[in-house]
């Protein structure tokens, strides 16, 4: 099958979050299976152009009209890849490639990635390539199966587009006058990319796309929802039909705790005990927290952000400490609110608490080996994959069961049997404590049931095949 999968970040080129690391892995994955051709779209932004790393070669230079502008487009092959995806950047300074700073918030973001959806149609064109899918994510990609039915049926006459869904906060708004200005639409269309008089771009790819999924089976269902659906829950709810739930895989060649440079020692779910405690040891003292055996340390990897859950961390946190021998750790940026949460936390609890403020791969690695047990008491989930690395760490993961951590994280029982982590159900703070003495006391009281419900984490299949499996499934439906 020839397979487009067109996408505004893409590890290891630019990486912002976890769609990043998707378009790392699923791309390889889908290329592995015998018959397909993979081609991954990116914006050639300034960083990437900047990486000596990534030595490119022009393929084919045109204009993309877009309105009344001509938009100079350069289609760049990446040369040195060392599997089978092709990989092509899409040049234009005025749009990426003279742009420092961070890849998204610019005031003009749905005119860039306008652009964007746009060139990779003409880019796919000129390279006579003519797929029989293209997958397209979340918002800044979402015009790509519009401008197909208006204007590129004639290239593309059957050539099925798929519309995945990670993070449903995001849809791309614009003001009324950027459908006819930017988008230079035929005006039968402007009701499907209206709402509330103004351009919203996700709504347009649901009503167009011929398929639309979502990284896990729980989040499909609770877009449907106001709750979740951020004003999208008619829309989602109509689109039934042709909507599917796809987990996501994790890269388990990156994260292995066999192989991977990041760790201090390794080890592997046959053989956890000594390695594990050698990386907590060690990481204990990276960060400043007291060198302790057996006191169950809780690490926490994430964006500061209000919808990972952190208001009801931050509300249970000093109880928390108070009446349990515990560490907690954490690591990352965001929120002014949160940051300075953690940092005061950690100045009152010197011996039991450590905040990492900064983005360090290389650390959040060494927590995932060195923690004990990982939080990820999030509102909502799309998806979300960091409780998969930790599990395959063999870090006993406490989530809130919505999403993607429902999905992966069926509950265990008191003895730690019967599932590979513990959940709570309703989002508030007492029952993320409850959940977590749990998990406490187990570590506490019966340290074998822990270390079976350890290794269980460690020997799951968190693999990308069974999802690149299923997208081909859904692949072939559509044909
Ligand atoms: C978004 C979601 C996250 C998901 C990721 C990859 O970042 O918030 O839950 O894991 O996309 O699909």
């Not at 509950?411 to 513990?422: I, M, R, S, T, V």
Request: hydrophobic letters at 40%; glycine letters at 8%.
């Amino acid at each position: 099958m020839k397979i487009a999968i067109v996408a505004s970040e893409g590890a290891p080129y630019i990486k912002s979050g976890g769609l990043g690391d998707v378009m790392e892995a699923l791309p390889a994955a889908l290329s592995r299976i015998a018959g397909n051709e993979v081609v991954l779209l990116l914006p050639y932004y300034k960083k990437i152009k900047d990486n000596a790393a990534y030595e490119t070669e022009l393929v084919a230079a045109f204009d993309t009209q877009l309105g009344w502008r001509q938009q100079y487009t350069g289609l760049l092959k990446l040369k040195n890849r060392a599997d089978a995806v092709k990989v092509y950047f899409i040049d234009n300074d005025y749009y990426f490639g003279a742009r420092g700073g961070p890849i998204y918030g610019d005031c003009d973001d749905g005119e860039r990635f306008a652009f964007f959806a746009k060139a990779c149609l003409n880019c796919l064109a000129a390279l006579e390539f003519i797929p029989d899918v293209i997958q397209c994510n979340d918002w800044q990609t979402a015009l790509l199966p519009v401008f197909l039915k208006a204007q590129y049926w004639g290239t593309f006459p059957n050539t099925r587009t798929m519309f995945t869904i990670h993070n449903v906060e995001y849809q791309g708004w614009a003001d009324g006058w950027f459908f006819d200005d930017v988008l230079a639409l035929p005006w039968d269309l402007r009701p499907s990319l209206d709402m509330h008089g103004q351009v919203n771009m996700m709504k347009g790819a649901i009503e167009h796309a011929d398929m639309v999924t979502t990284v896990s089976e729980t989040y499909s269902r609770e877009l449907m929802y106001p709750y979740y659906a951020h004003g999208l829950d008619t829309i989602l709810a109509n689109a039934a039909w042709k909507l599917t739930g796809i987990t996501n895989g994790i890269d388990v060649n990156t994260f292995n705790p066999e192989t991977d440079p990041n760790l201090p020692c390794h080890y592997n779910a046959a053989s956890f005990v000594n390695g594990k405690a050698r990386c907590k040891a060690a990481l204990q003292a990276e960060v400043g927290l007291p060198v302790k055996a057996d006191t169950p340390l809780m690490v926490m990897v994430t964006r500061l952000a209000g919808h990972k859950g952190l208001d009801l961390l931050c509300y249970i946190a000093r109880r928390l400490l108070w009446e349990n021998d515990c560490q907690l750790l954490i690591l990352g940026t965001g929120e002014a609110q949160f940051e300075s949460f953690f940092r005061e936390l950690a100045a009152d609890f010197p011996d039991q608490v450590a905040a990492k403020i900064t983005f360090d791969l290389g650390l959040a690695a060494r927590i995932y080996a060195g923690g004990d047990i990982y939080l990820m008491p999030s509102r909502s989930e799309p998806c979300g994959l960091s409780q998969m690395n930790a599990m395959r760490y063999g870090t006993v993961p406490v989530v809130h069961a919505t999403g993607g951590l429902r999905d992966t994280v069926p509950p265990a029982d008191e003895n730690g049997e019967g599932g590979l982590g513990f959940t709570f159900q309703s989002y508030n703070g007492d029952d993320f404590y409850a959940s977590l003495k749990r998990c406490l006391d187990l570590y506490r009281y019966n340290r074998d049931g822990f270390r079976a419900l350890q290794q269980r984490d460690m020997s799951q299949d968190f693999s990308w095949d069974k999802p690149a499996a299923r997208y081909m499934e859904l692949f072939q439906r559509m044909q």
